[in-house]
């Protein structure tokens, strides 16, 4: 009796709150227990028990008591972990089950009205192709993907445009919406997480907005980078990244680059990006490049079986497109296209024609004036110092180190690039490429600044 008077409750309190009121706070309530004048309800959060009290405790102990019910005040119990859980023993006598399914209906995507980005479903781990550069950032996706317990909180994706991060983004919600449809999965950009932000302080909607992020289970951010610098929108992102961690909810962020690198991003924001699994998707080399395109044309052929491409052209597109995975992809399609359409065999001199200006884009050369520029600014020493003769530490590893750049990036013979280091020997430069690469091995600090020049370098 008391569950069905509960059922009837409910669709009084939807017709007296309004619908989108009745779904983000009504719904998830779950009647426990009713006794000594006592109404106890199960909720996923405290936020949610505070709230429910304090704008419509009046209305559900009216309701209860117009039922017939005794009861002076309501009590609300939060499951551990969050989010609903199996009933707990009541205080005196058990609830039968409940009459009707709505009325304890978990919070679900559906639920939550947190609109985020669409899903590519041409995103998935197994249209995902790995290489070493990439290999543990998959691990990590697919670790996160299965939905269980994971050991890190967050995981951050960071690297340079067109390297894999969306992907493993959609992948991951692509995943979990499919095999875990119970968990709360909402992906979307930093740009749309501001923008709700924005809009719930425009409309007076903010605890609306903290409610709907804080109950979700699973939350991805993409490009984090773009609310640095903007400090409310910052704070609001401090406290749901404090609150979903408490609950053991998972976060997934990705960036362009490292926490530690984004400038105007809050130290305290900084840290606890920094506390879960930061993963750097590396620039693909050319193995995981022409495996990008082998497995593109496999499946191309499945839709155009009639397609034919010539032995060598991908591993020519593979060795001279080799800083954007997208533009790599957009140069295959349009030979699809052309090879398609006009009914030709794609070969290596129809390529060259047919992607001309893409060819030319990526053959960007690398000056050594530029390696010493981006050198001396990482370093933060003067221009004037990286060539001149001072041979103190501070001056002579980052010499060092653009001659080896130098020597990795551009053309230029060893004497030529001792000669644009105020004029060394071809003996010096050679000792200075030595020793970097005998540093690397052993100093990670090195290893890490050498990576981050040669991304600027070729970006």
Known sequence: MINQAWVQIREGLEATVGKSNYVNWIEPLELSDLDNGVAVFRVPTNFMGNWVSRNFGDDI??????????????????????????????????????????????????????????????????????????????????????????????????????????????????????????????????????????????????????????????LMVDDVQFIAGKGSTQEEFFH???????????????????????????????????????????????ELRLGILQHKVEQHLIKDPSLVIADGVLEFLAHRISTNVRVLEGALTRLFAFGSLVGREVTLELAQDCLADVLRSSDRKITVDEIQRKVSEHYNIRLSEMIGPRRVRTIARPRQVAMYLAKQLTTRSLPDIGRRFGGRDHTTVMHGVKRIEELRVSDSQLEDDLELLRRALEA
């Open 240 to 286: 749901t990244f404090n609150a979903l961690v408490d609950q053991n909810k998972q976060i997934i962020i990705s960036a362009d680059r490292a926490p530690g690198e984004i400038k105007e991003l809050e130290d305290r924001i900084r840290s606890r990006l920094q506390s879960g699994l930061v993963v750097d998707l590396h620039p693909t080399d050319y």
């Open 61 to 218: 102990v009216h309701l209860l008591k117009s039922s017939g019910e005794t009861v002076s005040r309501l009590e609300f119990s939060v499951a551990p972990g969050g989010g609903r859980a199996p009933q707990a023993a009541p205080r005196k006598k058990t609830m039968a089950a409940p009459a009707s399914k709505a009325s304890v209906s978990p919070v679900k995507p559906t639920d939550v009205a947190v609109p985020g980005a669409p899903l590519d479903a041409r995103f998935t781990f197994d249209s995902f192709v790995v290489g070493k550069p990439n290999e543990l950032a998959h691990a990590a996706a697919r670790r996160v993907a299965e939905g269980g317990e994971v050991a890190f909180n967050p995981l951050f994706l960071y690297g340079g445009v067109g390297l894999g991060k969306t992907h493993l983004m959609h992948a991951i919600a692509n995943q979990l919406r499919t095999q875990r449809p119970d968990l709360n999965v909402v992906y979307l950009s930093a740009e749309q997480f501001m923008y709700k932000f924005v809009q719930a302080l425009r409309d007076k909607k903010m605890m609306d907005f903290k409610q709907l992020f804080r109950a979700v289970d699973i």
